[in-house]
Structure formats: structure tokens, C-alpha cells
């Protein structure tokens, strides 16, 4: 199992970028990294995914260094409303009991 | 669509009662997962259908039985359930060749 790493959490300003890393030491070759964002009392968000390099979207980047052992979600000019936990996962495409849940951050985002 | 759906979203229930929490998606997924949450811990993954082929959390006791219908569908049935079983339960499928996981609202579920 590749078990990840992560500050337990974080605090920030509206505007500003939030960069949370994630520690993978063991990821296996085949092993994609994915981030999801939870609200509480709401399920786990999709955000992003990546194998390798940089990944872009509509709402974060995700930095994957060349080899692999960590990962750094990229949120651009955050809002209170990214006031959420955020989890990364490594896993390949088996899912299910090979890819853990990790403590996750909590990001606090301060007007 | 890339929704799944949970019902009920809430659940309040005694010791002895027997429910059922149901899940649904319609994005094709053959791979659907049960997941535990407490407050201010991570998903904790209790049962796997890959295909309609059960995999278990061997720490997830027998009040808690899951059920596929089909590929589109999942129960978890519950009975006897004890006060320290509350928590959010989360429903998520997943399809591809990739790890991601798509994830329902959720049902609250109180035992009293």
C-alpha cells in the first residue's frame, strides 16, 4: 500500500495561492496520485489527478516531481469557501483496498 | 452524468431496528465502494464490488451486511447496529483504468 503524508493543516488568506505537499515514498510504478477536496458532512470531491509532471485544470495544479515520491496540490488565489479538507490518494487502477485515505489537510482560509 | 446518489440522507435508528442505506450511480462503473466516516477522520473503506465480486474490511463487524443488486446498484444492510456506529456513510463508484472515485452526499446515520 502506498501510505501518504501530509500536513495536518494549514491556514491562509483569501487571494492568496495554497500550495499543500503530500509524501509518497513508495509509490508504485503503475500508481496514479489523486486529490479530493471534502466539505463537512459532505462526500469527497474529485479535484485533480496526475502520473507525472504537471496537470492542470479549471481549479488547482498538481506538481509531481520526476520521481514521484510526492506530490504538491496548487490552489491559485484561494476563497473562504476552500475552507475544506483535502486528501491524497495513490492508487492504481485496482482501487478499492489497495489505495488508504490519508489524515488529509484541513485548510483554513481567513478573510 | 457523473452523479451518485445516496438515500436516505439522514437515519436516525435504535439497537434493534433493521435499515437499509441505498446507493446508485449511472455512469457504467463496475467497481462500488461502502466507506465509514467519523467526525474528523478520513473515509474508512468497509466493503469493495468489483464486477458484483465482494471484497471485505476483515475489521468491519457482521451488523453491517452489503448487498449489489446490480452494477448500478448498492445496499448496505443494517441490523443491531450499536451507538458507536454512527457516523456519515459514504457511498463512491469508480470505472476506468485510473484510481478515481467518485463519491455520494452521503447518509447520516444515528443509532440511538
Known amino acids: 500500500l502506498a501510505k501518504t503524508t501530509q500536513p495536518i493543516s494549514m491556514d491562509s488568506y483569501e487571494g492568496q495561492e495554497v500550495n499543500i505537499t503530500c509524501s509518497h515514498n513508495?509509490?508504485?510504478?503503475?500508481?496514479?496520485i489523486t486529490w479530493y477536496q471534502q466539505f463537512p458532512s459532505q462526500g469527497p470531491r474529485f479535484i485533480i489527478q496526475?502520473?507525472?509532471t504537471k496537470v492542470t485544470n479549471e481549479v488547482a495544479s498538481l506538481f509531481i516531481p520526476a520521481d514521484r515520491k510526492s506530490s504538491t496540490l496548487s490552489l491559485p488565489r484561494v476563497s473562504l469557501s476552500d475552507t475544506a479538507v483535502y486528501y491524497c490518494?495513490?492508487?492504481?487502477?485496482?482501487?478499492?483496498?489497495?489505495?488508504?485515505f490519508g489524515a488529509g489537510t484541513r485548510l483554513f482560509v481567513k478573510a | 452524468d457523473t452523479e451518485v446518489t445516496q438515500t436516505p440522507k439522514h437515519l436516525v435508528m435504535g439497537m434493534t431496528n433493521k435499515k437499509s442505506l441505498k446507493c446508485e450511480q449511472h455512469?457504467?462503473?463496475?467497481?462500488m465502494y461502502w466507506y465509514k466516516q467519523k467526525a474528523k477522520k478520513p473515509p474508512e473503506l468497509m466493503f469493495v464490488y468489483s464486477y458484483e465480486k465482494l471484497s471485505i474490511n476483515e475489521s468491519v463487524p457482521s451488523r453491517f451486511s452489503p448487498e449489489c443488486p446490480n452494477s448500478s446498484l448498492l445496499n448496505l444492510h443494517l441490523h443491531a447496529l450499536q451507538p458507536e456506529d454512527s457516523a456519515l456513510y459514504l457511498c463512491a463508484s469508480r470505472g476506468g483504468r485510473t484510481d478515481t472515485q467518485y463519491f455520494g452526499p452521503g447518509t447520516r446515520l444515528t443509532v440511538l
Open positions: 490518494l495513490v492508487g492504481a487502477g485496482g482501487g478499492g483496498f489497495k489505495t488508504i
Open positions: 513508495n509509490i508504485a510504478t503503475n500508481d496514479y
Open positions: 455512469m457504467g462503473h463496475r467497481a
Open positions: 496526475g502520473y507525472k
